[in-house]
């Protein structure tokens, strides 16, 4: 495999989409791009050679298959968007997922438009949004590393990833998956590395990374660890019922009231990529969604089991060894009675993947 290019997006965070007033949580950014900018958007062929402007970008589509039918491009994602509001016309946006890193779930319920026709319309009321302990504190703690960089409403910033392809640089919510940079005092602050730092966030490793990547960020991670009641000291390795008391919508009031001091909403905290499946699993068994082929699992590891991603993980320490050619593991190996028994560090997970199509959906093949 040869070594990876590198695409930027050079752009600005709008401080106002922050939680509470905003939904951005601690770990999902969005970058704005101004009107009239043409040139936010380039890749360089090595992380050496002279970057060059990309359009690949413009009006395409994220999907998590190999075709896009007419009938599925309501389901697919906008990868380039525009803010909402008269004066937003012609400024574009785009959405970060800050790679290497997951921090406690702010919001989540079903999306997929795929999975909530499978409940009842008469049940779907049981589709909220629920969150994890110490989510408000990382969104919050990313609002105040990003305000403290400069005076106004908007920070300069610029995304980075290394990729070959157009398509790896996105994942399946049409989101771009990399590391977010800010300059202070004539150096480059890397935001994702500085959530790992302040406590906030697990290491979330997948099969695009690139080894050095890998091991800044564990370095990261153990720094946050000797932060005091931070996330070392709330996680969980065993996954139990979802607290169904934690509702976004209720949290969300009360801070927009008053806003809560870092750290205040802390409680038990199990691996964000697994509260994510056990609101879903959660959300589908209350709402007695129905399946054409077969009922959804009784058991929340049942449905786990059901999860392609999760056939198979790399170990962390055989991973750096070997990249791709590490020996695949069983991730039930090491999730038992609920219980996972790897710490974050310690996996690489496959990505789910995603195509890029253009807006009738025509794949987008190739190159830059």
């Known amino acids: 495999m040869a070594k990876p290019g590198l695409l930027t997006i050079d752009g600005v965070i709008r401080l106002?989409?922050?939680?509470?007033?905003?939904?951005?949580?601690?770990?999902?950014?969005?970058?704005?791009?101004?009107?009239?900018?043409?040139?936010?958007?380039?890749?360089?062929?090595?992380?050496?050679?002279?970057?060059?402007?990309?359009?690949?970008?413009?009006?395409?589509?994220?999907?998590?298959?190999?075709?896009?039918?007419?009938?599925?491009?309501?389901?697919?994602?906008?990868?380039?968007?525009?803010?909402?509001?008269?004066?937003?016309?012609?400024?574009?946006?785009?959405?970060?997922?800050?790679?290497?890193?997951?921090?406690?779930?702010?919001?989540?319920?079903?999306?997929?438009?795929?999975?909530?026709?499978?409940?009842?319309?008469?049940?779907?009321?049981?589709?909220?949004?629920?969150?994890?302990?110490?989510?408000?504190?990382?969104?919050?703690?990313?609002?105040?590393?990003?305000?403290?960089?400069?005076?106004?409403?908007?920070?300069?910033?610029?995304?980075?990833?290394?990729?070959?392809?157009?398509?790896?640089?996105?994942?399946?919510?049409?989101?771009?998956?990399?590391?977010?940079?800010?300059?202070?005092?004539?150096?480059?602050?890397n935001l994702n590395n500085a959530m790992l730092e302040q406590g906030l966030a697990v290491p979330a490793f997948y099969e695009s990374m690139l080894s050095p990547e890998i091991i800044e960020k564990i370095s990261a991670a153990r720094t946050g660890a000797q932060v005091p009641d931070r996330l070392v000291t709330h996680y969980h390795a065993k996954v139990g019922k979802l607290n169904k008391g934690l509702k976004y919508d209720l949290f969300t009031a009360r801070a927009k009231a008053n806003l809560p001091p870092i750290g205040s909403d802390r409680g038990l905290i199990v691996h964000p990529k697994l509260y994510r499946r056990l609101c879903t699993w959660t959300i589908l068994r209350d709402g007695k969604a129905q399946r054409p082929s077969k009922p959804i699992p009784s058991t929340y590891e049942g449905y786990l089991r059901e999860d392609e991603s999760l056939k198979v993980i790399f170990l962390t320490r055989d991973f750096l060894k070997h990249a791709r050619a590490a020996p695949k593991i069983n991730f039930f190996q090491f999730f038992k009675g609920n219980t996972l028994k790897l710490r974050p560090e310690d996996i690489v997970f496959q990505e789910a993947r995603s195509n890029l199509f253009t807006s009738n959906g025509t794949p987008i093949k190739g190159g830059w």
């Open 16 to 189: 106002d989409q922050f939680w509470p007033k905003g939904k951005s949580d601690g770990d999902t950014v969005k970058i704005t791009i101004a009107k009239g900018v043409t040139d936010a958007f380039k890749f360089a062929r090595s992380p050496t050679a002279k970057p060059k402007v990309t359009h690949k970008f413009d009006d395409a589509l994220s999907y998590d298959k190999e075709t896009l039918p007419p009938a599925s491009i309501k389901y697919a994602n906008k990868v380039v968007t525009q803010p909402r509001g008269k004066t937003n016309a012609g400024v574009r946006q785009v959405t970060i997922r800050m790679q290497g890193i997951d921090t406690p779930e702010l919001h989540y319920k079903i999306y997929d438009g795929r999975t909530v026709v499978l409940i009842p319309k008469a049940n779907r009321k049981v589709n909220v949004e629920y969150y994890q302990p110490l989510s408000g504190s990382a969104a919050l703690v990313l609002h105040r590393l990003v305000q403290a960089v400069g005076t106004g409403a908007e920070v300069p910033c610029q995304f980075r990833t290394r990729v070959n392809t157009p398509s790896e640089a996105i994942d399946k919510y049409g989101r771009f998956v990399g590391d977010i940079f800010v300059t202070v005092g004539g150096t480059d602050v």
